[in-house]
């Protein structure tokens, strides 16, 4: 059934807003009306996000929210509803990627990936979702990729936790439509913003020039440095997918944003296996590992 067309006055929680997408899409959804929570795990670092929001005269509330600790979450949520007497939409954005091939990747870091992209999102949702189920209405957004329908070299981490938030956006959808709520997926591509500068984290097992993957890395560095430069999709493509999202009364369950992922995409599925293997994967490898051996 669909859900209520939201107003203005509607609430929406931001998390990872600090920079990168978070940032663009709480001040997006600012300037669009909504009362906008941007959640950062420290308030007195989010400077970067209050002189944007200044600059483009819109108004978004700070809330400090670790989706990694159910407390600083269950308060969060706790804070919109008390402020704004409910809470309409969740933007699942907090995320980090992790750069590196597989075995040169530790447990602690693949864990960290995982608790923040996946089970953060997990508790946020869980969190909002008695709220939600009261008032009959509600959408949970969950910042996904195009690294969560097809995989990428030293990625596995990232892909990892973007696979299965797929997999729980969809479930989660069947589950809570007939309660008036919906569930959205949004896959950017690559996109440039500081994850990919300041905001880069690569295994340091990545960086030692002992392991059996370094030179393969080091090429796919460059190579995806290339890959972003290029990159026709900045933030506020990504920003006003979100939008549509929580404004259309009958949303998509997946926004894949950009012309380029979505005919890369569709001629994964298009293509059997084994040729879109030879075509993409094959050559990518090729490339990867000529003259490295």
């Not at 609430?11 to 600090?18: E, I």
Request: contains cysteine.
């Amino acid at each position: 059934m669909p859900s209520l067309k939201p107003t203005a006055a509607d609430a929406v929680l931001v998390t990872g807003a600090s920079s990168g997408l978070g940032l663009e899409t709480a001040v997006h959804l600012a300037t669009r009306g909504f009362r906008v929570f941007a959640g950062v795990r420290d308030p007195a670092g989010a400077q970067q996000l209050q002189a944007e929001a200044a600059r483009r005269n819109a108004r978004v509330e700070l809330l400090a929210v670790d989706v990694t600790d159910a407390a600083s979450v269950e308060a969060a949520v706790s804070t919109v509803v008390q402020r704004a007497g409910g809470i309409y939409a969740v933007v699942n954005n907090a995320g980090i990627q992790l750069r590196g091939y597989f075995e040169d990747c530790s447990e602690a870091e693949v864990r960290q990936v995982i608790e923040t992209n996946l089970f953060g999102a997990m508790a946020l949702s869980r969190a909002v979702l008695p709220h939600m189920r009261a008032a009959r209405r509600g959408r949970i957004l969950l910042m996904s990729s195009i690294g969560g329908r097809i995989g990428s070299f030293a990625l596995s981490a990232y892909c990892a936790s973007k696979y299965a938030i797929e997999g729980f956006g969809e479930s989660l959808a069947l589950e809570v439509a007939p309660l008036g709520i919906q569930v959205v997926l949004i896959e950017p591509p690559t996109v440039r913003t500081d994850i990919w500068t300041r905001n880069r984290n690569v295994a340091p097992g990545a960086r030692n020039p002992a392991s059996p993957y370094f030179r393969w890395f080091e090429k796919s560095e460059r190579m995806v440095d290339r890959l972003v430069a290029s990159s026709p999709i900045r933030p506020p493509h990504v920003a006003a997918a979100v939008c549509r999202a929580l404004t259309g009364e009958r949303p998509r369950l997946r926004y894949l944003v950009g012309r380029r992922a979505a005919a890369f995409l569709a001629l994964r599925n298009i293509l059997p296996f084994e040729i879109f293997e030879r075509v993409y994967f094959a050559q990518v490898l090729r490339y990867l590992t000529r003259g490295t051996n």
